[in-house]
Every structure is written in C-alpha cells, then in structure tokens.
Nanobody, 126 residues
Framework: QVQLVESGGGLVRPGGSLRLSCASS????????MAWFRQAPGKEREFVAA????????RIGDSVKGRFSISRDNSRNTVDLQMDNLKPEDTAIYYC???????????????????WGQGTQVTVSS
C-alpha cells in the first residue's frame, strides 16, 4: 500500500526556519506529482507548494511565496519543504500529498485525487 510519512515539524520562533520531509513508499515515487498542504485550527485546508513528477516544475502558494520552497529527491523517495522567515500565521498541520495517477500533467496542486500523509505539526511562536 502507499505510505506517506511526514517529519521535521516542531516549535520555532518567528523569523526562524524549518525543513519538512515526506518519505514515500509502496510504489515508484518518480512517477507522481507531489504537494504540500496545511490546515490550521478552524480554517480550511490551504495549498502550500507542489512539484511535478520529474522535478522540472514547481508552484508555491501566494501566502508563502518567497519564503518557502519545495524539492524532491527521487533516489531517496522524498519530497522536502524548506520554510524560511516563518510567521505565526504559518502555524498549522502540514500534510504531504501524492497524485493517485502516474505521470499526470502538472496542475500545481490543483489535482483532485491524492493520497495523504498523516501530517506534522508546525508551531511558530515567540
């Protein structure tokens, strides 16, 4: 079965940095578009970043543009989210997502059918 496991969350001060990782198993990782989403208490799920299956194209959400970046390492079956200049409003549970279908045209996180990880908590507070 497909497994997505996030790690790297924690408590950081405003202005600090954090790097999240998502490890995928169960099928050929390099065939799938990947994305990060987040959800804060009482708020809707929000798109954060996405990367195409071949790593050639990325899209970053407007609220984190210029501060966050996404990358993947197909040799390790991982996708990372680098978060810099963190703000209190970045506090949320961050989820890794993988397209269900192989080698789909890149929609920048707008695809509808995904597998999801369990999430990792990021808290930004002084």
């Amino acid at each position: 079965q497909v497994q997505l496991v996030e790690s790297g969350g924690g408590l950081v001060r405003p202005g600090g940095s954090l790097r999240l990782s998502c490890a995928s198993s169960g099928r050929t990782f390099s065939n799938y578009n990947m994305a990060w989403f987040r959800q804060a208490p009482g708020k809707e799920r929000e798109f954060v970043a996405a990367i195409s299956w071949n790593g050639e194209t990325t899209r970053i959400g407007d609220s984190v543009k210029g501060r966050f970046s996404i990358s993947r390492d197909n040799s390790r079956n991982t996708v990372d989210l680098q978060m810099d200049n963190l703000k209190p409003e970045d506090t949320a549970i961050y989820y890794c997502a993988q397209d269900i279908m192989t080698r789909q045209p890149f929609l920048g996180g707008r695809s509808e059918n995904r597998f999801w990880g369990q999430g990792t908590q990021v808290t930004v507070s002084s």
